[in-house]
T-cell receptor, first 120, second 114 residues
Framework: AQTVTQSQPEMSVQEAETVTLSCTYDTSESDYYLFWYKQPPSRQMILVIRQEAYKQQNATENRFSVNFQKAAKSFSLKISDSQLGDAAMYFCAYRSDPLNSGGSNYKLTFGKGTLLTVNP | DAGVTQSPTHLIKTRGQQVTLRCSPISGHKSVSWYQQVLGQGPQFIFQYYEKEERGRGNFPDRFSARQFPNYSSELNVNALLLGDSALYLC?????????????FGPGTRLTVT
């Protein structure tokens, strides 16, 4: 079974600065998908960024980028120019490629999350 | 377009009771997944339905059941409630059941079991 570990329960950053959230995962699969989700205090889970394991290029979405190290099974999220609205719980998640898992394994496996505080 | 909707927002039940949670996916989405998020933890997968068929089940007891209707909405049922069932229940929909399609989450139903 796949596992996702987020070793930083809490992180803080000054507004306009950069912060990196860590995530490691364990899998024996070669094809899979990785995600970072944001859950603000309002509870709605929002997709921040995704990475396909077969792509070597790190994904980028505006101020958000990832450092995907497949061999090390590491998937960190970097937030640049942090804003007050970035304050939230951030979850790293893993998803198998169903084509390689015998059919319909579409579930997301989440880490325990990292609570990000942005200080003005 | 409206996002994923869930009802009710909050629910308080007593141990031993039964509860039904409802989810309406984004229009056009045919896959619905359910997750349980205990306070301070990441969501845990309960079920996935696609085209009204169960396509995946997490490590939850048989007290948990779900179904998907012809309009692709879904219900999650939990029987014989335990205190440990207190959690935020999240529904997520996706266009299809394939991995490359994003899952969009609803706001959740907060269940408290006393």
């Amino acid at each position: 079974a796949q596992t996702v570990t987020q070793s930083q329960p809490e992180m803080s950053v000054q507004e306009a600065e950069t912060v990196t959230l860590s995530c490691t995962y364990d899998t024996s699969e070669s094809d899979y998908y990785l995600f970072w989700y944001k859950q603000p205090p309002s509870r709605q889970m929002i997709l921040v960024i995704r990475q396909e394991a077969y792509k070597q290029q790190n994904a980028t979405e505006n101020r958000f980028s990832v450092n995907f190290q497949k061999a090390a099974k590491s998937f960190s999220l970097k937030i640049s120019d942090s804003q007050l609205g970035d304050a939230a719980m951030y979850f790293c998640a893993y998803r198998s490629d169903p084509l390689n898992s015998g059919g319909s394994n579409y579930k997301l496996t989440f880490g325990k999350g990292t609570l990000l505080t942005v200080n003005p | 377009d409206a996002g994923v909707t869930q009802s009710p927002t909050h629910l308080i039940k007593t141990r031993g009771q039964q509860v039904t949670l409802r989810c309406s996916p984004i229009s056009g989405h045919k896959s619905v997944s359910w997750y349980q998020q205990v306070l301070g933890q990441g969501p845990q997968f309960i079920f996935q339905y696609y085209e009204k068929e169960e396509r995946g089940r997490g490590n939850f007891p048989d007290r948990f059941s779900a179904r998907q209707f012809p309009n692709y909405s879904s219900e999650l049922n939990v029987n014989a409630l335990l205190l440990g069932d207190s959690a935020l229940y999240l529904c997520a929909s996706s266009l299809m059941g394939l991995a490359q399609y994003e899952q969009y989450f609803g706001p959740g139903t907060r269940l408290t079991v006393t």
